[in-house]
T-cell receptor
Framework: QQQVKQSPQSLIVQKGGISIINCAYE??????FPWYQQFPGKGPALLIA?????SEKKEGRFTISFNKSAKQFSLHIMDSQPGDSATYFC????????????FGTGTKLQVIP | EAQVTQNPRYLITVTGKKLTVTCSQN?????MSWYRQDPGLGLRQIYY???????DKGDVPEGYKVSRKEKRNFPLILESPSPNQTSLYFC?????????????FGPGTRLTVL
């Protein structure tokens, strides 16, 4: 059973545009929602993470928006660059990430010049 | 350099031949975990360990074993591999000193079971 649903599966954005990836979860006990970035041939790396006590977190061009009542969270990449082309995974976990971690299925982002 | 290492990076084997994929971290992390990555399915957690001698099942533990006898090592054992275990495997670790810590991933092991 997929407890974290991620969409879209792939995304093509023009350079300078906004990339938006959405995730929805089912388990209300989740309290840690990280986003990972993965380049081809590499392991995932943490990009940005949020806890459910805040509705938004911004780090540079990357923003997480969190809607606790809708059980949804999204990643926004502002001013998307070709170097942002990668696969992005959302994830969710309990106990601050110290329990089982459930990942979304991933979004392959391509930023075209 | 702080890192998670995995060996081997690539492995081709045959059905039923026991194998072990090693994972080691040099960051003194308490928490370690194994994932498999398959197209269209994302990353799925196989097993995780919160400390030495403490392990628990993830979402897809069937066909796998793990052990955590030392803090730095967390090997993944496939006692009788089958073709449906062909996948890209990642080991990861994180500190247990506080919650909401970053999880660090290894470079991956690509396993093919014929």
């Amino acid at each position: 059973q997929q407890q974290v649903k991620q969409s879209p599966q792939s995304l093509i954005v023009q350079k300078g545009g906004i990339s938006i990836i959405n995730c929805a979860y089912e388990n209300t006990a989740f309290d840690y929602f990280p986003w990972y970035q993965q380049f081809p041939g590499k392991g995932p790396a943490l990009l940005i993470a949020i806890r459910p006590d805040v509705s938004e977190k911004k780090e540079g061009r990357f923003t997480i928006s969190f809607n606790k009542s809708a059980k949804q969270f999204s990643l926004h990449i502002m001013d998307s660059q070709p170097g942002d082309s990668a696969t992005y995974f959302c994830a969710a976990s309990r106990d601050g990430g110290y329990q089982k971690v459930t990942f979304g299925t991933g979004t392959k982002l391509q930023v075209i010049p | 350099e702080a890192q998670v290492t995995q060996n081997p990076r690539y492995l081709i084997t045959v059905t039923g031949k026991k194998l072990t994929v090693t994972c080691s971290q040099n960051m003194n992390h308490e928490y370690m975990s194994w994932y498999r990555q398959d197209p269209g399915l994302g990353l799925r957690q196989i097993y995780y360990s919160m400390n030495v001698e403490v392990t628990d099942k993830g979402d897809v533990p069937e066909g796998y074993k793990v052990s955590r006898k030392e803090k730095r090592n967390f090997p993944l054992i496939l006692e009788s591999p089958s073709p449906n275990q062909t996948s890209l495997y990642f080991c990861a670790s994180r500190s247990g000193s506080q919650v909401y810590n970053e999880q660090f991933f290894g470079p991956g092991t690509r396993l093919t079971v014929l």
